[in-house]
């Protein structure tokens, strides 16, 4: 029933903002072209679609609000004018009762709220679609933040999403426009978002390995949790005072470097993602603060850990290749690697694909370095590699889309932010030191105990090969004369040398990339063909 009222207020909302103007109606069937008609009665569309859907979606509720946003930072999907409207919703949802507050608090932690803290501010620091955040005090005196969801927020999720989909389903059925911005699949990327925020108890852990992989870094400070007041209900943490980030005119009163600053978070960014493989995915101006007490070197502090991203190990190794290739405008390089890491099919047509991406990339060349957005540039690729059949992966879009926050929060603090020249030494020395020495013998090293449990099964394998090698040569040696035939075993001990000179020759290659550029991306592989090589050659 409730469901059914739903649905008449979004249809209600629909013809209010001449949504209907959005999707071709000739295709729809007969009885939902009746639905819409008395949409003409509201007039005539605004031409702005931009504006007419975020207020449609501002009517339909935090939940839809929170959508919104998420569609913005999919320039991929959305057209620009959509987009740029999307981005301003606003998720200020009016708080709920302080005591609801204290009573879910209390709840979850099994104690009263004056038993837990010496003090509890009342008036809440703020509060958003799914959950509110109170300032208190610890009774060691310690300042901290209480974050707890929203009371019945999943009940409304639930509803909301089943909506949605109900929606994408239709727009993915009937508007070919539609389908091209793969409704279903977005709704699916947020139901996972809107659920993950859900848990504080995930968030929590995040903020904590994140806290861990910064410790005693110069660039990043995350609060510390306080694991004995928190668990999946309600996080407790140290309470941060830096600057928010968008308050540009305090930054500069507190007479901040901005170069520094912006190139700060572009490192920040790159550690994040190469070096600790786990990065903040949601980072908004709100989720970002400075600490300004050193002015000329100047510090970031990020809170609301619950979307990260991690990439696998091979595509975090292919995206650093395929950002230095683009740096290069080697286009054929991007198109190599985009099949070789398996994002398009291997039946790819290379010099078409090399085309392509040229085509996309290099106009955007033509523009000053400190226009060109890395981030756009990685956007007109996928959108460009969808047309080969590439299916991103989540991780791939998460990653295009923090990097485009970066990119925007670097160049509001420093417009003539040059984020090649930034980021591009950065990636050479990953790639540099991913096949130093050093690294390579933590892998042999992270690699051996597996090695060494395979190691007794490799001698019978040797063993069960020669034998096949063997019989295949019964087969033959019914034409060779007689004279010839040499003793089974040694004509293939004659091979053992070649064999396992091969085995090191290309164990090597694969360890060492840069040495050889056609072989790349397999070091451990690599390692473990050396091994065998000389463990072949020692048989012998
Ligand atoms: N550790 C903290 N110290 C100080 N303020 C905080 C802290 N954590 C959150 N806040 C305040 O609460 C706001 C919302 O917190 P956040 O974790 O981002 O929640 P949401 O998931 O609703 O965005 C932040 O923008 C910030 O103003
Ligand atoms: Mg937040």
Known sequence: MIRIRRLFKIIRIVYRYRLDSLIDKDKLPLIARLLLSPAVLYGKPSDNRGERLRKALESLGPIFVKFGQLLSTRPDLVPADICAELAQLQDNVPPFK???????????????????????????????SVAQVHAAVLKDGSDVVVKA?????????????ALLYTLARLLAKYSQDGRRLRPVEVIADYEQVIYDELNLQAEGANASLLRHN????????????????????????????????????????AGVNFKTLAERGVEIFFTQVFEHNFFHADMHPGNIFVNASNPEKPSYIAIDCAIMGSLSKDDQYYMARNLIAIFKRDYRQVAELHIRS?????????????????AVCEPIFQRPLN?????????????????????????????????LNIEGL????????????????????WLKDRYSPKSLFKQFK????????????????????????????????AVVPAAQAKSKLSFTRKWFPWVGGAAIGSGLCLAFPQSANTLSQLPETGIILVAIGLFILLLR
């Open 342 to 358: 398996g994002w398009v099919p291997e039946s790819t047509p290379v010099n078409e694909f090399t085309s392509a991406i040229r």
């Open 410 to 429: 670097g160049r509001q603090l420093y417009p003539q932010l040059d984020l090649w020249t930034t980021a591009q030494p950065f990636l050479d020395k």
């Open 371 to 403: 226009e060109i957005s890395l981030g756009h540039m990685l956007i007109s690729l996928f959108t460009t590699a969808r047309r080969f059949d590439m299916e991103v992966q989540p991780s791939l879009v998460l990653l295009q889309k923090t990097l």
């Open 214 to 253: 910064f410790e005693g870094s110069q660039l990043l400070y995350v609060p510390k949790i306080d694991w004995a007041y928190s668990n999946e209900k309600v996080l407790v943490m140290e309470r941060i005072y830096g600057t928010p980030v968008t308050n540009i005119d305090d930054l500069k009163a």
């Open 446 to 477: 992270r690699y051996a105990p597996d090695w060494m449990e395979q190691l007794p099964e490799i001698p019978p394998l040797i063993y069960q090969a020669l034998q096949s090698m063997q019989s295949n040569e019964k087969s033959v040696k």
């Open 98 to 128: 302080s005591a609801k507050f204290r009573q879910i608090v209390e709840q979850a932690l099994d104690s009263s709220v004056d038993e837990l803290f010496l003090s509890f501010e009342t008036e809440p620091l703020a509060s958003a």
């Open 149 to 161: 969801v929203r009371p019945n927020i999943e009940k409304v999720i639930g509803k909301d999403i």
